[in-house]
């Protein structure tokens, strides 16, 4: 059974920076589709980026630019890194796996899910 497990979320101010870690536990990061996807309150859930085995990504519209999505398939560990973060970025972020290589914006294409890290921007 695979376990997912976010780090890294906070509050911080509008034009500041978070670093997100999602560490994959008891599977391996490599040969499936890694992504983060967030909810904010009221709201449904939404993609905000994802990475291909073959390390292709993809970005929401509104974070692209800002946000840079990675992975460390020796260490199986995914990351977000958010850059000039907004007010409307304030959310709960969680990471998600795919049992596909190749990548998805729905969330309902991901088989596991971590169980969230906040994030609150401040203007």
């Known amino acids: 059974q695979v376990q997912l497990a976010e780090s890294g979320g906070g509050s911080v101010q509008a034009g500041g920076s978070l670093r997100l870690s999602c560490q994959i536990l008891?599977?391996?990061?490599?040969?499936?589709?890694m992504g983060w996807f967030r909810r904010a309150p009221g709201k449904e859930r939404e993609d905000v980026a994802a990475?291909?085995?073959?390390?292709?990504?993809s970005y929401a519209e509104s974070v692209q630019g800002r946000f840079i999505i990675s992975k460390d398939n020796t260490k199986n560990m995914l990351y977000l890194q958010m850059n000039s973060l907004k007010p409307e970025d304030t959310a709960m972020y969680y990471c998600?796996?795919?049992?596909?290589?190749?990548?998805?914006?729905?969330?309902?294409?991901?088989?596991?899910w971590g169980q969230g890290t906040q994030v609150t921007v401040s203007s």
């Open positions: 998600a796996r795919r049992s596909y290589k190749y990548c998805s914006r729905a969330s309902r294409d991901y088989d596991y």
């Open positions: 008891k599977q391996s990061a490599g040969g499936h589709c």
């Open positions: 990475i291909g085995s073959d390390g292709r990504t």
